[in-house]
């Protein structure tokens, strides 16, 4: 089915921002394990493949749409170099993709897309309810626990 050229477009650029944040997820989590932080190890390990999930979504409407999905193109990604400073980068990574979701879901309404709006919806809800809602509640309890005790409840005993 063709589908419309700036709808394709959108969901190009949605997929760059999809596939760098698998990207910042993955690395983030391989510092989190290599530092011994399990549980915020598995978590972001897991959203980073949640992202990529959201990724091929894009992939498979683009093919849809007939169009060509960019697996080249990626946006910059913020490594951190602390807990804090890993989780805030994510979170930042979070707030851009809300925005530009938004943007896409009204992009797909004015083009009566109805589909692609709809799966876009979906992932909004993923970004804002899952994954950023995470990242604000971790970055709440450092500030409740302070950054020691809340990097202690992150250990797995026995690992």
Avoid: C
């Avoid at 060509?68 to 890993?86: A, I, N």
């Amino acid at each position: 089915m063709k589908g419309d050229k700036k709808i394709i477009q959108i969901l190009n650029d949605l997929l760059a921002g999809e596939l760098s944040a698998s990207d910042q997820y993955l690395i983030h989590g391989e510092m989190y394990a290599d530092w011994g932080l399990h549980h915020l190890a598995e978590k972001s390990l897991h959203e980073s493949e949640h992202e990529r999930q959201h990724a091929r979504a894009l992939i498979q409407r683009i093919l849809f749409l007939e169009g060509k999905p960019d697996l080249v193109k990626r946006t910059e990604l913020k490594v951190g170099s602390s807990v804090p400073k890993m989780l805030q980068a994510d979170l930042d990574v979070e707030y851009h993709v809300v925005g530009e979701l938004k943007k896409a879901i009204a992009a797909s309404e004015i083009a009566q897309d109805y589909v692609t709006r709809d799966m876009l919806s979906q992932q909004l809800e993923d970004t804002e309810m899952d994954h950023a809602y995470w990242l604000e509640q971790q970055l709440r309890l450092i500030k409740l626990l302070g950054l020691e005790n809340y990097q202690q409840s992150q250990i797995k005993p026995g690992v």
